[in-house]
């Protein structure tokens, strides 16, 4: 840091412990320094998610502008004491509690100034909802057994990643990783309203939808490459002749060499969707092979192949489109919740009718019920973080 910088930072952190509050010209100042060195503040997220500062008070689950309040009047008293200003014997004691105090409060202003959550809900000032919904972005929780959580959200690593892996314009990227004789379970969590792409230890590319998780080893077995999915993720794999790719999807396993598909599994019943290549499909008790222009699913336990009409269907979400053809309000409600993170309040029970359709994923969600109430009928109202669903007008009767 600046030696300049260090002092200009001091000051005004100094200030605001003296007056309480900052001008809007030296709020920006400090902001700006802040960010100008992330490594500081990452440190102090850092500290503050996993609570090993040692303060009076939790600061997740504090008013933190009353205990402000108490902690200035706590400081205005030590002032005003008699032998506050005597420099005697116990002026180390004198100092410490005010280092102590411009410490705590700074790490109350970071906290509340960096930490607080993302307001995703906007004014409508187009569409007459009573608010919008912003869009998901890409982010993950990444979960290695034996260490703690590595927090991916909104593009901004709260802790060190370790040595191999490397998060880059919003992709995670495996290279081989120093496991020490170890070789630790992976897990990838994507909650809603996010979505990450990830680069596997073998150079296989996997993007990974909302509400999903992927489970998969730092580095690969010299005889298999494995993962587990939940949810759904579209892979792109790394031709290995000698190991194959291994997918474990609720009640399918598939096996590929260098292929690349799209894998449902939100449901039971997990589908496939392939665009390229080959792949073996394992069920409870059957095998089948398909080739690209082709999916498969399980039928009343039974695995069942199909042509895919359209392959905009495989890939569509992954290149950040809404793919509404030849899917029920049902299911494409249940998309916009994963998305938006929004809650589905169905007033009316939802037909069957499939709907052909389509719109980019990084518009607002009014923006899509707009299109929604065109394409389908149905009245769809945003509250909060909630859709509403109403019965549909008399034209669609």
């Keep these: 840091m600046i030696e300049t910088d260090k002092i200009v930072l001091a000051e005004l952190a100094s200030l605001l412990l003296k007056d309480g509050q900052l001008s809007t010209a030296q709020e920006n100042e400090l902001k700006r320094l802040l960010e100008k060195y992330p490594d500081a503040k990452d440190s102090l997220r850092h500290r503050l998610a996993n609570t090993d500062i040692q303060v009076p ?106 040595q191999g892996i ?28 996010s979505t990450i792409a990830i680069t596997l230890s073998d150079g296989t590319h996997v993007w990974v939808n909302s509400e999903s998780e992927l489970i998969y080893k730092a580095n690969f077995t010299e005889n298999e490459r494995k993962v587990t999915l939940k949810g759904e993720a579209y892979f792109e794999v790394a031709k290995d002749t000698k190991r194959p790719f291994i997918i474990e999807a609720n009640d399918l396993s598939i096996q590929a060499i260098g292929t690349a598909f ?13 665009t390229e290549g080959r792949l073996k499909v394992n069920g409870q008790e059957k095998e089948i092979f398909i080739d690209a222009g082709n999916g498969v699913k399980m039928v009343n336990s039974q695995l069942v192949a199909f042509p895919i009409p359209d392959m905009e269907e495989a890939t569509a979400w992954k290149d950040g489109y809404f793919y509404f053809d030849n899917k029920n309000m049902q299911q494409i409600l249940d998309e916009l919740s994963r998305w938006y993170g929004i809650n589905i309040d169905s007033n009316v029970s939802l037909d069957k009718r499939r709907y052909k359709g389509g719109i980019k994923r990084d518009v607002t969600l009014a923006e899509v019920c ?10 769809l109202t945003i509250d909060k973080e909630k859709l509403i669903v109403s019965k549909p007008t008399d034209k669609n009767k």
């Design 262 to 274: 799209d894998i449902n599994s939100y449901k039971p019943n997990a589908k496939v969707l392939l």
């Design 166 to 193: 490397e998060l880059k314009d919003g992709k995670l990227l495996y290279s081989q990783l120093k496991t020490e004789g170890s070789n630790p379970i992976h897990t990838l969590i994507v909650p809603k309203r």
């Design 57 to 162: 008070f939790d600061l997740r689950s504090t008013d933190l502008d009353q205990e402000w309040e108490i902690l200035k009047t706590k400081y205005n008293e030590r002032k005003i004491a008699p032998n506050y200003r005597r420099w005697n014997g116990k002026w180390k004691t004198t100092i410490g509690v005010a280092a102590s105090l411009l410490v705590l409060f700074t790490f109350v202003w970071i906290w509340k100034s960096y930490l607080k959550p993302i307001n995703y809900l906007i004014p409508d000032k187009v569409y007459g909802q009573k608010n919008d919904v912003l869009p998901g972005e890409n982010g993950a929780i990444l979960k290695i057994k034996g260490k703690e959580d590595i927090n991916l959200m909104n593009k901004q690593v709260d802790q060190s990643l370790s």
């Design 370 to 379: 707009n299109l929604l109430k065109d394409l389908t009928g149905y009245q």
